[in-house]
Protein backbone atom coordinates (compact mmCIF):
# COMPACT_ATOMS: atom_id res chain seq x y z
CA UNK A 1 0.00 0.00 0.00
CA UNK A 2 1.57 3.17 -1.12
CA UNK A 3 1.42 5.21 2.66
CA UNK A 4 0.75 8.01 0.52
CA UNK A 5 -2.00 7.47 -1.69
CA UNK A 6 -3.60 4.60 -0.44
CA UNK A 7 -3.27 2.97 -3.80
CA UNK A 8 -2.62 -0.53 -2.85
CA UNK A 9 0.54 -2.43 -4.63
CA UNK A 10 -0.16 -5.32 -7.35
CA UNK A 11 2.55 -7.38 -7.05
CA UNK A 12 2.94 -10.06 -9.13
CA UNK A 13 1.57 -8.94 -12.85
CA UNK A 14 3.37 -10.46 -14.98
CA UNK A 15 4.50 -7.37 -16.76
CA UNK A 16 6.41 -6.35 -14.33
CA UNK A 17 8.58 -9.25 -13.65
CA UNK A 18 11.36 -8.25 -15.99
CA UNK A 19 12.43 -5.30 -12.88
CA UNK A 20 14.02 -6.72 -9.93
CA UNK A 21 15.13 -3.41 -8.31
CA UNK A 22 13.56 -0.54 -7.21
CA UNK A 23 15.50 1.37 -9.43
CA UNK A 24 14.98 -0.85 -12.28
CA UNK A 25 11.44 -0.73 -11.46
CA UNK A 26 11.51 3.17 -11.48
CA UNK A 27 12.96 2.96 -14.73
CA UNK A 28 10.50 0.67 -16.33
CA UNK A 29 7.60 2.36 -15.29
CA UNK A 30 8.65 5.81 -16.91
CA UNK A 31 9.56 3.95 -20.25
CA UNK A 32 5.85 2.28 -19.89
CA UNK A 33 4.88 5.66 -20.09
CA UNK A 34 6.55 6.70 -22.50
CA UNK A 35 5.69 3.41 -24.96
CA UNK A 36 1.64 3.75 -23.81
CA UNK A 37 2.43 7.69 -24.57
CA UNK A 38 2.83 6.43 -28.16
CA UNK A 39 -0.30 4.43 -28.31
CA UNK A 40 -2.87 5.94 -26.08
CA UNK A 41 -3.22 9.68 -27.83
CA UNK A 42 -4.96 7.78 -30.94
CA UNK A 43 -7.97 6.86 -28.45
CA UNK A 44 -8.10 9.94 -26.44
CA UNK A 45 -5.94 9.45 -23.60
CA UNK A 46 -2.69 10.39 -22.28
CA UNK A 47 -0.34 8.25 -19.90
CA UNK A 48 1.92 10.25 -17.47
CA UNK A 49 5.34 8.82 -16.57
CA UNK A 50 7.45 9.74 -13.10
CA UNK A 51 8.03 7.59 -9.83
CA UNK A 52 6.01 9.29 -7.76
CA UNK A 53 2.43 7.32 -7.44
CA UNK A 54 2.43 3.68 -7.75
CA UNK A 55 0.36 2.55 -10.88
CA UNK A 56 -0.24 4.06 -13.92
CA UNK A 57 -1.74 7.46 -14.10
CA UNK A 58 -4.27 7.68 -17.25
CA UNK A 59 -5.89 11.25 -18.46
CA UNK A 60 -8.70 11.50 -20.71
CA UNK A 61 -7.63 14.34 -23.37
CA UNK A 62 -11.66 15.66 -22.42
CA UNK A 63 -10.60 15.90 -18.96
CA UNK A 64 -10.76 13.44 -15.66
CA UNK A 65 -7.83 11.31 -14.80
CA UNK A 66 -7.53 7.30 -12.84
CA UNK A 67 -4.94 5.97 -11.63
CA UNK A 68 -4.65 2.41 -13.06
CA UNK A 69 -3.40 -0.82 -11.45
CA UNK A 70 -1.79 -2.66 -14.73
CA UNK A 71 -1.56 -2.83 -18.09
CA UNK A 72 -4.85 -5.19 -18.24
CA UNK A 73 -6.71 -2.10 -16.71
CA UNK A 74 -5.44 0.61 -19.45
CA UNK A 75 -6.50 -1.57 -22.52
CA UNK A 76 -9.70 -2.25 -20.31
CA UNK A 77 -10.31 1.47 -19.82
CA UNK A 78 -8.91 2.77 -23.57
CA UNK A 79 -11.57 0.07 -24.76
CA UNK A 80 -14.25 1.76 -23.00
CA UNK A 81 -13.31 5.03 -24.06
CA UNK A 82 -13.10 4.47 -27.79
CA UNK A 83 -15.74 1.97 -28.14
CA UNK A 84 -12.82 -0.57 -29.48
CA UNK A 85 -9.79 -1.91 -28.26
CA UNK A 86 -6.36 -0.84 -28.36
CA UNK A 87 -5.36 -3.28 -31.49
CA UNK A 88 -1.41 -3.21 -31.80
CA UNK A 89 -2.09 -4.54 -35.56
CA UNK A 90 -4.01 -1.16 -36.29
CA UNK A 91 -2.45 -0.02 -39.78
CA UNK A 92 -1.62 3.09 -37.68
CA UNK A 93 1.04 1.23 -35.93
CA UNK A 94 2.19 -1.27 -38.83
CA UNK A 95 2.73 1.67 -41.25
CA UNK A 96 -0.13 0.75 -43.70
CA UNK A 97 -2.24 3.58 -43.79
CA UNK B 1 2.27 -63.69 -23.35
CA UNK B 2 2.23 -59.76 -22.78
CA UNK B 3 1.14 -57.90 -26.12
CA UNK B 4 3.75 -55.52 -25.26
CA UNK B 5 6.79 -58.12 -24.45
CA UNK B 6 10.35 -57.22 -25.14
CA UNK B 7 8.75 -53.84 -26.94
CA UNK B 8 9.25 -50.38 -25.57
CA UNK B 9 6.11 -48.93 -24.15
CA UNK B 10 5.21 -45.84 -26.01
CA UNK B 11 3.11 -43.18 -24.18
CA UNK B 12 1.75 -40.86 -26.37
CA UNK B 13 0.56 -37.19 -24.63
CA UNK B 14 -1.24 -34.68 -26.51
CA UNK B 15 -3.90 -31.58 -26.07
CA UNK B 16 -4.56 -28.43 -26.91
CA UNK B 17 -2.11 -25.68 -27.22
CA UNK B 18 -1.42 -24.10 -23.34
CA UNK B 19 -3.35 -27.08 -22.32
CA UNK B 20 -0.88 -27.93 -19.74
CA UNK B 21 0.97 -30.91 -21.58
CA UNK B 22 4.33 -30.24 -20.48
CA UNK B 23 3.68 -28.78 -16.83
CA UNK B 24 1.97 -31.82 -16.27
CA UNK B 25 5.01 -34.48 -17.60
CA UNK B 26 7.05 -31.90 -15.63
CA UNK B 27 5.96 -33.12 -12.16
CA UNK B 28 5.80 -36.69 -13.24
CA UNK B 29 9.34 -36.48 -14.21
CA UNK B 30 9.70 -34.53 -11.02
CA UNK B 31 8.06 -37.40 -8.98
CA UNK B 32 10.16 -40.02 -10.76
CA UNK B 33 7.19 -41.55 -12.12
CA UNK B 34 8.71 -41.94 -15.55
CA UNK B 35 12.20 -43.25 -14.32
CA UNK B 36 14.24 -44.33 -17.24
CA UNK B 37 11.96 -43.08 -19.25
CA UNK B 38 13.65 -41.34 -23.08
CA UNK B 39 11.49 -38.09 -23.51
CA UNK B 40 10.59 -36.83 -27.13
CA UNK B 41 9.39 -33.46 -27.05
CA UNK B 42 7.99 -32.53 -30.40
CA UNK B 43 6.98 -28.80 -31.37
CA UNK B 44 4.98 -27.17 -34.29
CA UNK B 45 7.53 -24.29 -34.16
CA UNK B 46 11.18 -24.16 -34.92
CA UNK B 47 11.58 -22.58 -31.23
CA UNK B 48 11.97 -25.15 -28.88
CA UNK B 49 10.90 -24.08 -25.52
CA UNK B 50 9.87 -26.97 -24.07
CA UNK B 51 12.59 -29.14 -23.41
CA UNK B 52 14.06 -26.23 -21.20
CA UNK B 53 11.46 -26.94 -18.49
CA UNK B 54 11.72 -30.44 -19.26
CA UNK B 55 15.50 -31.21 -17.89
CA UNK B 56 14.81 -33.62 -15.29
CA UNK B 57 14.13 -36.24 -18.18
CA UNK B 58 17.30 -38.66 -18.37
CA UNK B 59 16.96 -38.33 -22.01
CA UNK B 60 15.56 -36.17 -23.88
CA UNK B 61 15.04 -36.11 -27.66
CA UNK B 62 13.66 -32.65 -29.30
CA UNK B 63 11.55 -32.73 -32.55
CA UNK B 64 11.12 -28.98 -33.60
CA UNK B 65 9.64 -27.18 -36.69
CA UNK B 66 7.26 -29.25 -37.42
CA UNK B 67 3.93 -31.27 -36.36
CA UNK B 68 5.16 -34.89 -35.79
CA UNK B 69 1.37 -35.85 -36.84
CA UNK B 70 2.23 -34.24 -40.39
CA UNK B 71 5.24 -33.04 -41.66
CA UNK B 72 7.56 -34.05 -39.08
CA UNK B 73 5.85 -37.63 -39.19
CA UNK B 74 9.11 -39.32 -40.59
CA UNK B 75 11.21 -37.46 -38.44
CA UNK B 76 9.33 -39.33 -35.19
CA UNK B 77 9.86 -42.94 -37.25
CA UNK B 78 13.37 -42.20 -37.94
CA UNK B 79 14.21 -41.22 -34.48
CA UNK B 80 12.36 -44.21 -33.09
CA UNK B 81 13.87 -46.17 -35.53
CA UNK B 82 17.23 -44.92 -34.37
CA UNK B 83 16.48 -45.59 -30.43
CA UNK B 84 14.73 -49.26 -31.51
CA UNK B 85 18.33 -50.10 -33.46
CA UNK B 86 20.17 -48.77 -29.75
CA UNK B 87 18.10 -50.94 -28.10
CA UNK B 88 19.04 -53.96 -29.87
CA UNK B 89 22.96 -53.51 -29.65
CA UNK B 90 22.60 -53.58 -25.49
CA UNK B 91 24.12 -56.49 -24.52
CA UNK B 92 22.11 -58.95 -22.45
CA UNK B 93 22.04 -58.18 -18.78
CA UNK B 94 22.22 -54.62 -19.09
CA UNK B 95 18.99 -52.31 -18.85
CA UNK B 96 17.28 -51.77 -21.60
CA UNK B 97 14.89 -48.63 -22.56
CA UNK B 98 11.18 -50.01 -21.34
CA UNK B 99 9.79 -46.87 -21.90
CA UNK B 100 9.25 -43.60 -24.47
CA UNK B 101 7.04 -40.76 -23.76
CA UNK B 102 6.14 -38.56 -26.96
CA UNK B 103 4.92 -35.01 -25.80
CA UNK B 104 2.92 -33.93 -29.37
CA UNK B 105 2.83 -30.26 -30.10
CA UNK B 106 -0.63 -28.69 -29.14
CA UNK B 107 -1.49 -28.74 -32.96
CA UNK B 108 -0.81 -32.93 -33.33
CA UNK B 109 -4.01 -35.07 -33.81
CA UNK B 110 -2.48 -37.76 -31.99
CA UNK B 111 -4.50 -40.17 -33.77
CA UNK B 112 -2.19 -40.51 -37.22
CA UNK B 113 1.06 -40.47 -34.92
CA UNK B 114 -0.22 -43.54 -33.28
CA UNK B 115 -1.20 -45.09 -36.46
CA UNK B 116 1.98 -44.01 -37.96
CA UNK B 117 3.66 -45.91 -35.36
CA UNK B 118 1.82 -48.84 -35.80
CA UNK B 119 1.84 -49.33 -39.59
CA UNK B 120 5.50 -48.62 -39.76
CA UNK B 121 6.96 -52.20 -40.42
CA UNK B 122 10.29 -51.95 -38.48
CA UNK B 123 8.68 -50.01 -35.30
CA UNK B 124 5.87 -52.60 -35.00
CA UNK B 125 8.11 -55.40 -33.69
CA UNK B 126 9.86 -52.58 -31.21
CA UNK B 127 7.51 -50.50 -30.19
CA UNK B 128 4.01 -50.96 -28.62
CA UNK B 129 1.77 -47.83 -28.32
CA UNK B 130 0.58 -48.29 -24.92
CA UNK B 131 -1.14 -45.27 -23.73
CA UNK B 132 -2.76 -41.72 -24.98
CA UNK B 133 -2.83 -39.50 -22.57
CA UNK B 134 -5.39 -36.06 -23.56
CA UNK B 135 -4.58 -33.10 -21.10
CA UNK B 136 -7.59 -30.78 -21.60
CA UNK B 137 -7.41 -27.29 -20.08
CA UNK B 138 -10.54 -26.93 -17.52
CA UNK B 139 -10.28 -22.92 -18.54
CA UNK B 140 -10.63 -22.88 -22.19
CA UNK B 141 -11.69 -26.14 -23.74
CA UNK B 142 -15.13 -25.80 -23.51
CA UNK B 143 -14.89 -22.92 -26.06
CA UNK B 144 -12.04 -24.34 -28.16
CA UNK B 145 -14.34 -27.35 -28.95
CA UNK B 146 -17.32 -25.28 -29.87
CA UNK B 147 -15.09 -24.36 -32.44
CA UNK B 148 -11.92 -25.84 -33.03
CA UNK B 149 -12.73 -29.57 -34.86
CA UNK B 150 -8.79 -30.42 -33.76
CA UNK B 151 -9.79 -30.42 -29.97
CA UNK B 152 -12.24 -32.53 -30.65
CA UNK B 153 -10.46 -35.10 -32.32
CA UNK B 154 -7.49 -34.98 -29.70
CA UNK B 155 -10.26 -35.74 -26.75
CA UNK B 156 -11.63 -38.44 -29.04
CA UNK B 157 -8.44 -40.60 -29.38
CA UNK B 158 -7.34 -40.48 -25.72
CA UNK B 159 -7.22 -43.50 -23.17
CA UNK B 160 -6.61 -41.15 -20.38
CA UNK B 161 -7.91 -37.27 -20.06
CA UNK B 162 -6.36 -35.26 -17.79
CA UNK B 163 -8.21 -32.06 -16.93
CA UNK B 164 -5.63 -29.47 -15.90
CA UNK B 165 -6.16 -25.80 -14.33
CA UNK B 166 -9.21 -27.57 -12.05
CA UNK B 167 -8.71 -24.65 -9.76
CA UNK B 168 -9.25 -21.85 -11.58
CA UNK B 169 -12.81 -22.64 -13.20
CA UNK B 170 -16.19 -22.79 -11.06
CA UNK B 171 -17.61 -25.85 -10.17
CA UNK B 172 -20.67 -25.78 -12.47
CA UNK B 173 -18.60 -25.07 -15.30
CA UNK B 174 -16.26 -27.86 -14.10
CA UNK B 175 -19.11 -30.20 -14.27
CA UNK B 176 -20.46 -29.29 -17.87
CA UNK B 177 -16.73 -29.69 -18.86
CA UNK B 178 -16.44 -33.18 -17.63
CA UNK B 179 -20.40 -34.08 -18.73
CA UNK B 180 -18.92 -33.29 -22.22
CA UNK B 181 -15.72 -34.93 -22.09
CA UNK B 182 -17.53 -38.32 -21.01
CA UNK B 183 -20.01 -37.57 -23.75
CA UNK B 184 -17.21 -37.63 -26.59
CA UNK B 185 -14.93 -40.60 -25.19
CA UNK B 186 -16.98 -42.28 -22.60
CA UNK B 187 -14.48 -44.66 -22.70
CA UNK B 188 -11.51 -42.70 -21.96
CA UNK B 189 -10.45 -42.26 -18.06
CA UNK B 190 -10.91 -39.09 -16.07
CA UNK B 191 -8.26 -37.08 -13.86
CA UNK B 192 -7.66 -33.55 -12.71
CA UNK B 193 -4.58 -31.97 -11.66
CA UNK B 194 -3.36 -28.55 -11.27
CA UNK B 195 0.29 -27.14 -12.27
CA UNK B 196 0.86 -31.37 -12.70
CA UNK B 197 -0.54 -32.60 -9.15
CA UNK B 198 -3.62 -34.82 -9.01
CA UNK B 199 -6.33 -33.14 -7.94
CA UNK B 200 -9.88 -34.40 -7.03
CA UNK B 201 -12.41 -34.02 -9.99
CA UNK B 202 -16.42 -33.27 -8.74
CA UNK B 203 -19.34 -35.47 -9.11
CA UNK B 204 -20.80 -34.76 -12.77
CA UNK B 205 -23.58 -37.54 -13.12
CA UNK B 206 -26.58 -35.39 -12.81
CA UNK B 207 -24.83 -32.47 -15.06
CA UNK B 208 -25.65 -31.75 -18.91
CA UNK B 209 -23.43 -31.54 -21.91
CA UNK B 210 -22.46 -28.90 -23.66
CA UNK B 211 -24.53 -29.55 -26.84
CA UNK B 212 -21.62 -28.79 -29.73
CA UNK B 213 -22.51 -28.11 -33.16
CA UNK B 214 -21.51 -30.52 -35.77
CA UNK B 215 -17.89 -30.09 -36.84
CA UNK B 216 -18.98 -29.83 -40.33
CA UNK B 217 -21.29 -27.13 -39.70
CA UNK B 218 -18.27 -25.32 -37.96
CA UNK B 219 -17.39 -22.08 -39.80
CA UNK B 220 -13.92 -22.62 -41.41
CA UNK B 221 -10.93 -20.97 -40.14
CA UNK B 222 -7.85 -19.86 -40.96
CA UNK B 223 -5.39 -22.73 -39.43
CA UNK B 224 -3.50 -21.64 -36.40
CA UNK B 225 0.29 -21.14 -37.53
CA UNK B 226 3.58 -20.09 -35.29
CA UNK B 227 5.19 -16.77 -36.12
CA UNK B 228 9.10 -17.04 -35.04
CA UNK B 229 9.42 -13.49 -33.90
CA UNK B 230 13.34 -12.33 -32.62
CA UNK B 231 13.67 -9.66 -29.84
CA UNK B 232 16.64 -8.17 -31.03
CA UNK B 233 18.32 -5.27 -28.75
CA UNK B 234 16.16 -2.36 -29.60
CA UNK B 235 13.13 -4.13 -28.70
CA UNK B 236 13.23 -3.25 -24.43
CA UNK B 237 11.24 -5.85 -21.82
CA UNK B 238 8.93 -3.14 -20.86
CA UNK B 239 7.99 -2.11 -24.39
CA UNK B 240 7.34 -5.66 -25.41
CA UNK B 241 4.85 -6.25 -22.64
CA UNK B 242 3.03 -3.02 -23.44
CA UNK B 243 2.90 -4.70 -26.88
CA UNK B 244 1.98 -7.96 -25.71
CA UNK B 245 -0.90 -7.42 -23.21
CA UNK B 246 -2.23 -4.95 -25.85
CA UNK B 247 -2.35 -7.47 -28.36
CA UNK B 248 -3.36 -10.06 -26.15
CA UNK B 249 -6.65 -7.99 -24.64
CA UNK B 250 -7.25 -7.11 -28.45
CA UNK B 251 -6.96 -10.33 -30.32
CA UNK B 252 -6.58 -12.97 -27.34
CA UNK B 253 -9.03 -15.27 -29.03
CA UNK B 254 -6.49 -15.69 -32.11
CA UNK B 255 -3.29 -15.35 -30.53
CA UNK B 256 -3.61 -19.28 -29.06
CA UNK B 257 -0.50 -19.22 -27.43
CA UNK B 258 2.82 -17.30 -27.00
CA UNK B 259 5.84 -18.34 -25.58
CA UNK B 260 9.58 -18.03 -25.63
CA UNK B 261 12.36 -17.17 -23.29
CA UNK B 262 13.31 -13.72 -22.78
CA UNK B 263 16.60 -11.82 -21.01
CA UNK B 264 15.66 -9.43 -19.01
CA UNK B 265 17.54 -7.23 -15.91
CA UNK B 266 15.92 -10.19 -13.41
CA UNK B 267 17.26 -13.28 -15.62
CA UNK B 268 16.18 -15.11 -18.58
CA UNK B 269 12.10 -15.18 -18.26
CA UNK B 270 10.09 -17.63 -19.52
CA UNK B 271 7.36 -16.44 -20.48
CA UNK B 272 4.14 -18.42 -21.59
CA UNK B 273 0.60 -17.30 -22.92
CA UNK B 274 -3.04 -19.16 -23.00
CA UNK B 275 -5.46 -16.97 -24.84
CA UNK B 276 -6.20 -14.22 -22.77
CA UNK B 277 -3.98 -15.67 -19.63
CA UNK B 278 -0.34 -14.84 -19.18
CA UNK B 279 1.17 -17.04 -16.25
CA UNK B 280 3.82 -15.14 -14.65
CA UNK B 281 7.20 -15.57 -15.89
CA UNK B 282 9.72 -18.21 -14.70
CA UNK B 283 12.70 -17.74 -14.24
CA UNK B 284 15.68 -19.69 -15.53
CA UNK B 285 18.81 -20.60 -14.69
CA UNK B 286 21.36 -19.38 -16.57
CA UNK B 287 22.40 -23.05 -18.52
CA UNK B 288 21.26 -25.18 -21.41
CA UNK B 289 20.95 -24.24 -24.20
CA UNK B 290 20.32 -20.41 -24.49
CA UNK B 291 20.98 -20.27 -28.09
CA UNK B 292 16.64 -19.57 -28.56
CA UNK B 293 16.95 -16.65 -25.82
CA UNK B 294 14.86 -14.01 -26.95
CA UNK B 295 13.09 -15.72 -29.65
CA UNK B 296 9.63 -15.47 -29.38
CA UNK B 297 7.34 -18.27 -30.93
CA UNK B 298 3.42 -16.64 -31.49
CA UNK B 299 0.72 -19.14 -32.44
CA UNK B 300 -2.37 -18.52 -33.56
CA UNK B 301 -4.25 -16.79 -37.03
CA UNK B 302 -5.82 -13.97 -38.39
CA UNK B 303 -2.70 -11.70 -39.09
CA UNK B 304 0.66 -11.30 -41.07
CA UNK B 305 3.85 -12.16 -39.46
CA UNK B 306 5.73 -9.23 -40.74
CA UNK B 307 2.40 -6.70 -39.42
CA UNK B 308 3.53 -8.33 -36.20
CA UNK B 309 6.70 -7.14 -36.14
CA UNK B 310 6.26 -4.01 -37.33
CA UNK B 311 3.62 -3.24 -34.86
CA UNK B 312 6.41 -4.09 -32.23
CA UNK B 313 9.11 -1.98 -33.58
CA UNK B 314 6.52 0.78 -33.02
CA UNK B 315 6.00 0.29 -29.66
CA UNK B 316 9.64 -0.13 -28.88
CA UNK B 317 10.16 2.97 -30.83
CA UNK B 318 12.51 5.26 -28.86
CA UNK B 319 11.93 8.76 -29.89
CA UNK B 320 8.38 9.30 -31.38
Redesign the interface.
Known sequence: MCSACGFPAAP?H??E?????AH?RLR?RM??A??????LPFYGLKAYGGGEVPGIQISALSGGESILRD??EV??LA?KMSGG?????DPR????E | MNAAEGRIRLTALGGYLGSGKTTWLRHQLHEGRLRGAHVIVNEAAETPVDDALLGQSSTLSVLAGGCVCCAARQDLIDLLRRISDERSKVEGGAARLEKIVLETSGLADPGPIVEAIRSDPVLVYHVVVSEVIVAVDALHSLSQLRGEPLGRRQIEVADRLIVTKVDQVAQGPLQTLLATLSCLNPGAGLSGAVRGVDSPLPDFSGAEPERLPETDQLSPKAPVTPVRLHLDDSI????F???L???L???GDDIVRVKGV?R???GR?L?QTVRKV????EILPEQGDMREDNMIVVIGRG?KAE??R???Q????RS?
Not at chain 1, 93 to 96: H, W
Not at chain 2, 278 to 281: A, D, G, L, N, R
Open positions: GWTAGAPTDSRREVLQAVLDWAEPVDPLFIGD | DWTATVWSALHARVTPTLLVQTPYHLRSLYFARY
